[in-house]
């Protein structure tokens, strides 16, 4: 585990991108519909949001009190 989470494209089997996260531990993952943007959460209680194409973060959002389980866009 070395905080990296990866989007793979299921079809080639070829990495579309990686996002260095902060959690320890990933307990949820969701692309948006439009497949732009990726949320990634855990139990380290936040939930970051990424541009697939970019890589960049877009957004964390903070303030759960407890590990998060699921994430939907």
């Known amino acids: 585990m070395d905080g990296t989470a990866v989007l793979w494209n299921a079809a080639t089997g070829t990495v579309v991108q990686s996002f260095r996260v902060q959690e320890y531990r990933l307990t949820a993952v969701a692309v948006s519909?439009?497949?732009q943007r990726v949320s990634v959460a855990g139990g380290g209680r936040t939930a970051t949001v990424?541009?697939?194409t970019s890589g960049k973060k877009l957004q964390t959002l903070t303030g759960h009190k407890d590990g998060i389980t699921c994430v939907a866009m």
Do not use: H, K, Y
């Open 33 to 35: 519909g439009d497949g």
């Open 50 to 52: 990424w541009d697939v």
